[in-house]
Protein backbone atom coordinates (compact mmCIF):
# COMPACT_ATOMS: atom_id res chain seq x y z
CA UNK A 1 0.00 0.00 0.00
CA UNK A 2 1.54 3.50 -0.86
CA UNK A 3 0.81 5.66 1.78
CA UNK A 4 2.53 8.75 -0.23
CA UNK A 5 2.03 9.04 -3.75
CA UNK A 6 3.54 10.65 -6.69
CA UNK A 7 1.23 10.30 -10.25
CA UNK A 8 3.63 12.59 -12.54
CA UNK A 9 6.67 10.37 -12.98
CA UNK A 10 8.56 13.34 -14.90
CA UNK A 11 7.23 17.18 -15.47
CA UNK A 12 9.10 19.67 -17.99
CA UNK A 13 8.85 23.16 -17.38
CA UNK A 14 10.35 25.83 -19.20
CA UNK A 15 13.18 28.22 -17.59
CA UNK A 16 11.54 31.36 -15.33
CA UNK A 17 7.73 29.65 -15.41
CA UNK A 18 6.41 28.05 -12.21
CA UNK A 19 7.00 24.37 -11.76
CA UNK A 20 4.57 22.42 -9.75
CA UNK A 21 5.20 18.88 -8.70
CA UNK A 22 2.57 17.34 -6.69
CA UNK A 23 1.79 14.64 -4.01
CA UNK A 24 -1.06 12.79 -2.40
CA UNK A 25 -1.25 10.55 0.87
CA UNK A 26 -3.69 8.27 2.44
CA UNK A 27 -2.99 8.25 6.07
CA UNK A 28 -4.48 10.93 7.77
CA UNK A 29 -2.10 10.64 10.59
CA UNK A 30 0.77 12.00 9.01
CA UNK A 31 2.09 14.81 11.44
CA UNK A 32 4.85 16.09 9.28
CA UNK A 33 5.55 16.31 5.54
CA UNK A 34 8.67 17.40 3.35
CA UNK A 35 10.55 17.41 0.18
CA UNK A 36 13.65 15.83 -0.95
CA UNK A 37 15.65 16.67 -4.39
CA UNK A 38 18.07 14.53 -5.80
CA UNK A 39 20.76 14.98 -8.51
CA UNK A 40 22.06 11.60 -10.72
CA UNK A 41 24.65 9.59 -8.62
CA UNK A 42 23.77 11.33 -5.15
CA UNK A 43 21.79 11.05 -2.46
CA UNK A 44 18.80 13.14 -1.88
CA UNK A 45 18.92 15.91 0.22
CA UNK A 46 16.87 17.91 1.98
CA UNK A 47 14.58 20.36 0.31
CA UNK A 48 11.41 22.36 2.35
CA UNK A 49 8.92 20.88 5.67
CA UNK A 50 5.83 21.72 6.64
CA UNK A 51 3.87 20.90 9.75
CA UNK A 52 0.46 19.14 9.40
CA UNK A 53 -1.01 22.02 11.37
CA UNK A 54 0.38 24.59 8.34
CA UNK A 55 -0.98 25.22 4.97
CA UNK A 56 1.93 26.88 3.49
CA UNK A 57 5.68 27.22 4.27
CA UNK A 58 8.01 29.10 1.82
CA UNK A 59 11.62 29.39 1.79
CA UNK A 60 13.18 31.05 -1.22
CA UNK A 61 12.26 29.76 -4.63
CA UNK A 62 10.32 27.27 -3.07
CA UNK A 63 6.66 27.01 -1.44
CA UNK A 64 4.86 24.13 -0.02
CA UNK A 65 1.04 23.81 0.31
CA UNK A 66 -0.80 21.18 2.04
CA UNK A 67 -4.45 20.75 1.90
CA UNK A 68 -5.50 18.12 4.51
CA UNK A 69 -9.05 17.93 3.31
CA UNK A 70 -7.65 16.79 0.16
CA UNK A 71 -5.12 14.98 1.72
CA UNK A 72 -2.71 17.00 -1.07
CA UNK A 73 0.71 18.69 -0.94
CA UNK A 74 2.23 20.52 -3.49
CA UNK A 75 5.65 22.66 -4.07
CA UNK A 76 5.70 25.12 -6.04
CA UNK A 77 9.12 26.40 -7.62
CA UNK A 78 9.02 30.20 -9.17
CA UNK A 79 11.34 31.09 -11.11
CA UNK A 80 12.87 27.81 -12.41
CA UNK A 81 16.11 27.74 -12.83
CA UNK A 82 18.19 24.83 -14.69
CA UNK A 83 19.91 23.72 -11.60
CA UNK A 84 16.21 23.04 -10.46
CA UNK A 85 16.66 19.52 -12.86
CA UNK A 86 16.80 16.39 -10.38
CA UNK A 87 14.46 14.09 -8.69
CA UNK A 88 11.85 15.64 -6.38
CA UNK A 89 10.59 12.70 -3.50
CA UNK A 90 7.79 14.34 -1.78
CA UNK A 91 7.95 12.61 2.54
CA UNK A 92 5.58 12.38 5.35
CA UNK A 93 6.32 11.33 8.89
CA UNK A 94 3.51 9.82 11.19
CA UNK A 95 5.39 10.33 15.15
CA UNK A 96 2.24 7.47 16.11
CA UNK A 97 3.74 4.88 13.76
CA UNK A 98 7.24 4.30 15.05
CA UNK A 99 8.73 7.46 13.54
CA UNK A 100 9.19 5.97 9.79
CA UNK A 101 9.54 8.36 6.83
CA UNK A 102 7.64 7.30 4.25
CA UNK A 103 8.71 8.42 0.40
CA UNK A 104 6.83 8.43 -2.68
CA UNK A 105 8.14 7.19 -6.09
CA UNK A 106 9.20 11.24 -7.53
CA UNK A 107 8.98 12.86 -9.83
CA UNK A 108 11.48 13.89 -12.44
CA UNK A 109 11.82 17.21 -13.03
CA UNK A 110 13.22 18.71 -16.11
CA UNK A 111 13.98 22.74 -16.83
CA UNK A 112 14.01 23.83 -20.33
CA UNK A 113 15.95 26.85 -21.62
CA UNK B 1 28.76 16.70 0.78
CA UNK B 2 26.11 15.01 3.41
CA UNK B 3 28.94 13.69 5.61
CA UNK B 4 27.34 10.63 5.03
CA UNK B 5 29.98 8.12 3.86
CA UNK B 6 28.86 4.75 1.93
CA UNK B 7 30.68 1.95 1.11
CA UNK B 8 31.45 0.13 -1.59
CA UNK B 9 29.92 2.48 -4.07
CA UNK B 10 29.08 0.03 -6.35
CA UNK B 11 28.55 -3.78 -5.91
CA UNK B 12 27.97 -6.89 -8.91
CA UNK B 13 27.72 -10.47 -7.06
CA UNK B 14 25.54 -13.33 -8.25
CA UNK B 15 22.32 -14.86 -6.71
CA UNK B 16 22.76 -16.89 -3.38
CA UNK B 17 26.05 -14.92 -2.50
CA UNK B 18 26.18 -12.41 0.84
CA UNK B 19 27.14 -8.96 0.81
CA UNK B 20 27.98 -6.28 3.60
CA UNK B 21 27.10 -2.73 3.02
CA UNK B 22 28.67 0.15 5.41
CA UNK B 23 27.22 3.41 6.48
CA UNK B 24 29.16 5.82 8.38
CA UNK B 25 27.46 8.77 9.65
CA UNK B 26 27.92 12.34 10.31
CA UNK B 27 30.04 12.99 13.12
CA UNK B 28 27.79 13.89 15.72
CA UNK B 29 24.46 11.36 14.82
CA UNK B 30 23.68 8.96 16.50
CA UNK B 31 20.60 7.92 14.16
CA UNK B 32 21.61 5.72 11.14
CA UNK B 33 18.62 4.57 8.45
CA UNK B 34 18.68 2.05 5.98
CA UNK B 35 16.69 2.90 2.54
CA UNK B 36 16.28 0.54 -0.54
CA UNK B 37 15.64 2.38 -3.94
CA UNK B 38 14.60 -0.37 -7.06
CA UNK B 39 14.30 0.91 -10.41
CA UNK B 40 11.38 3.64 -10.59
CA UNK B 41 10.82 3.02 -7.49
CA UNK B 42 10.44 5.31 -4.15
CA UNK B 43 12.84 5.20 -1.47
CA UNK B 44 11.62 2.30 1.02
CA UNK B 45 12.35 2.59 4.22
CA UNK B 46 14.03 -0.81 5.76
CA UNK B 47 15.42 -0.12 9.30
CA UNK B 48 16.37 2.71 11.59
CA UNK B 49 19.25 2.60 14.55
CA UNK B 50 19.66 4.66 17.31
CA UNK B 51 22.47 4.67 19.30
CA UNK B 52 22.76 0.79 19.04
CA UNK B 53 19.84 0.09 18.99
CA UNK B 54 16.81 -0.46 16.79
CA UNK B 55 14.44 1.85 16.59
CA UNK B 56 12.01 1.41 13.41
CA UNK B 57 11.63 -1.36 11.71
CA UNK B 58 10.18 -1.27 7.70
CA UNK B 59 9.51 -3.56 4.78
CA UNK B 60 13.04 -5.49 5.51
CA UNK B 61 13.25 -9.06 4.25
CA UNK B 62 13.88 -11.76 6.74
CA UNK B 63 17.20 -11.96 4.71
CA UNK B 64 18.73 -8.66 5.62
CA UNK B 65 19.81 -7.64 8.81
CA UNK B 66 21.96 -4.85 9.98
CA UNK B 67 23.47 -3.34 13.04
CA UNK B 68 24.69 -0.42 14.43
CA UNK B 69 28.53 -0.93 16.58
CA UNK B 70 29.61 1.59 18.83
CA UNK B 71 31.77 3.89 17.04
CA UNK B 72 28.10 4.24 15.60
CA UNK B 73 28.79 2.82 11.85
CA UNK B 74 26.34 0.79 10.54
CA UNK B 75 26.24 -2.44 8.53
CA UNK B 76 23.44 -3.53 6.18
CA UNK B 77 23.95 -7.52 5.36
CA UNK B 78 22.18 -8.90 2.26
CA UNK B 79 21.90 -13.24 1.96
CA UNK B 80 20.62 -15.49 -0.43
CA UNK B 81 20.63 -12.70 -2.75
CA UNK B 82 17.99 -13.12 -5.57
CA UNK B 83 17.59 -10.91 -8.61
CA UNK B 84 15.80 -8.84 -7.69
CA UNK B 85 17.77 -7.29 -4.46
CA UNK B 86 19.44 -5.29 -7.12
CA UNK B 87 18.62 -1.91 -6.32
CA UNK B 88 20.36 1.91 -4.95
CA UNK B 89 20.62 1.25 -1.00
CA UNK B 90 21.12 4.43 1.00
CA UNK B 91 22.06 5.26 4.30
CA UNK B 92 21.14 8.13 6.26
CA UNK B 93 21.70 10.02 9.68
CA UNK B 94 19.93 12.05 11.92
CA UNK B 95 21.27 13.93 15.60
CA UNK B 96 18.36 12.51 16.99
CA UNK B 97 15.77 8.85 17.30
CA UNK B 98 12.87 11.02 15.95
CA UNK B 99 12.92 11.76 12.75
CA UNK B 100 12.09 15.52 12.67
CA UNK B 101 12.23 15.28 8.51
CA UNK B 102 15.78 16.16 7.54
CA UNK B 103 18.18 13.31 6.94
CA UNK B 104 21.29 13.32 5.74
CA UNK B 105 21.98 11.09 2.81
CA UNK B 106 25.04 9.30 1.43
CA UNK B 107 25.52 8.88 -2.16
CA UNK B 108 24.24 5.17 -1.96
CA UNK B 109 25.87 1.62 -2.47
CA UNK B 110 24.37 0.08 -6.55
CA UNK B 111 23.99 -3.64 -5.89
CA UNK B 112 23.79 -5.44 -8.76
CA UNK B 113 22.53 -9.42 -8.61
CA UNK B 114 23.88 -11.27 -11.35
Known amino acids: DQQVKQNSPSLSVQEGRISILNCDYTNSMFDYFLWYKKYPAEGPTFLISISSIKDKNEDGRFTVFLNKSAKHLSLHIVPSQPGDSAVYFCAAISYSSASKIIFGSGTRLSIRP | ?114
Open chain 2, 1 to 114: DSGVTQTPKHLITATGQRVTLRCSPRSGDLSVYWYQQSLDQGLQFLIQYYNGEERAKGNILERFSAQQFPDLHSELNLSSLELGDSALYFCASSASGRPTGELFFGEGSRLTVL
